[in-house]
């Protein structure tokens, strides 16, 4: 009897290290720095690294590799490019990404947690003509983020960015807003809407419905968190034929200590 429960407490103990870490469900450990394309206020934490998979339409891969660096303070490094999972000939990006951010206000019961940070890496075909990723990069971006106990967790975010790819005559700043929600200890729901103001004024790319996304994160292991991620369900890009895209994210945290 005392060695089945002694075995069947280290289950316990084994399971809550494994499920309780990750970014989705109330277990989760860490800070979600995106939603979906969309930067919230998170930052990782001083001696973490994290790693990110984007895999999306066209054999698109985007791999990034972040640091916590300071309290509040990370950075980041991405680099990809279309057809590296298919067949042919891989169309790698011109030159990679970097991610700086830094947490200027932390969150309390009253305010939300203020991040200001810069985040260079767009996503899908990269146009040589006009300069600019199917999905712009953030840019130069403020992001704020807020937690609620609401059935779980209740995440609200909101962003403003300026992105530097503007030769495509589309240069204003955008807004996007976004949420997360929590089922159980693992499992998240994620959703974010880009009003893209700066990707409506031109005749190739966005048609003004603005980029609805919507996806789903679990945390699977130790660190790991699996993302699947249904994009642009409003049909606002011009130059795919497709409606919404489905993509995959794989993510994984780790101290470095």
């Known amino acids: 009897m005392k060695?089945?429960?002694?075995?069947?407490?280290?289950?316990?103990?084994?399971?809550s290290f494994i499920y309780s870490q990750g970014i989705a469900g109330t277990n989760a450990k860490y800070e979600y720095r995106y939603l979906i394309d969309m930067p919230t206020a998170g930052v990782l934490n001083k001696g973490f690294v994290g790693v990110t998979s984007d895999v999306l339409p066209g054999g698109d891969l985007i791999e990034r590799i972040e640091v916590g660096v300071f309290d509040n303070v990370s950075f980041g490094i991405s680099y990809g490019g279309l057809n590296i999972i298919g067949a042919g000939s891989p169309k790698w990006y011109g030159y990679p990404g970097i991610d700086f951010r830094f947490r200027i206000i932390n969150e309390t019961v009253n305010m939300p947690a203020l991040t200001l940070g810069f985040d260079s890496q767009?996503?899908?075909e990269y146009f040589d003509s006009t300069s600019r990723y199917a999905v712009k990069s953030p840019g130069f971006f403020a992001a704020a983020s807020k937690n609620f106990a609401f059935m779980g967790y209740l995440s609200l975010h909101g962003e403003l960015n300026y992105s530097l790819e503007s030769k495509d005559g589309d240069d204003f700043v955008d807004l996007r807003v976004g949420c997360e929600k929590t089922l159980g200890a693992d499992?998240?729901?994620i959703g974010e809407y880009d009003?893209?103001?700066?990707?409506?004024a031109t005749r190739y790319y966005g048609s003004g419905n603005g980029y609805l996304n919507i996806g789903i994160r679990w945390s699977i292991g130790s660190g790991f968190t699996l993302g699947f991620d249904l994009r642009d369900l409003l049909d606002n890009k011009k130059w795919s034929p497709t409606t919404a895209d489905r993509a995959l994210r794989l993510e994984y945290i780790k101290s470095i200590f």
């Open 3 to 15: 060695t089945i429960s002694m075995t069947l407490a280290l289950i316990f103990a084994f399971t």
């Open 122 to 124: 767009g996503k899908g």
């Open 187 to 189: 499992v998240s729901i």
């Open 195 to 200: 009003f893209a103001f700066n990707d409506n």
